[in-house]
């Protein structure tokens, strides 16, 4: 019904960029926050990037000045800038939507499959 895939990541050299995109379709009604978390092998999953319907933004301090989030909800996108990659930012990144669907008419939380992002040094 709703499906959210991402798309943008590889491989990179420590100090380089990447752009990640998410984008989400199916049966939506309304998109409130989306976000970026990432998982490394043997760690918990964690946040990385929220923006809200109106713009505001909510960043991890390990990528505060260095990640940008973006979204354009007329394509029901978001969008990750990743500059100064660090081989620390080595992880697989996933896409999250909290949303409203309208069949069946709902909110919930949907994650995207996932991307890997690998930094070497």
């Known amino acids: 019904q709703v499906q959210l895939v991402e798309s943008g990541g590889g491989l990179v050299q420590s100090g380089g960029s990447l752009r990640l995109s998410c984008a989400a379709s199916?049966?939506?009604?309304?998109?409130?926050?989306m976000g970026w978390y990432r998982q490394a092998p043997g760690k918990q999953r964690e946040l990385v990037a929220r923006?809200?319907?109106?713009?505001?933004?909510n960043y991890a301090d390990s990528v505060k000045g260095r990640f940008t989030i973006s979204r354009d909800n007329a394509k029901n996108t978001v969008y990750l800038q990743m500059n100064s990659l660090k081989p620390e930012d080595t992880a697989v990144y996933y896409c999250?939507?909290?949303?409203?669907?309208?069949?069946?008419?709902?909110?919930?939380?949907?994650w995207g499959q996932g991307t890997q992002v690998t930094v070497s040094s």
């Open positions: 923006i809200t319907n109106g713009g505001s933004t």
């Open positions: 999250n939507a909290d949303l409203r669907t309208l069949r069946p008419w709902m909110r919930s939380n949907y």
């Open positions: 199916g049966s939506i009604f309304s998109i409130n926050d």
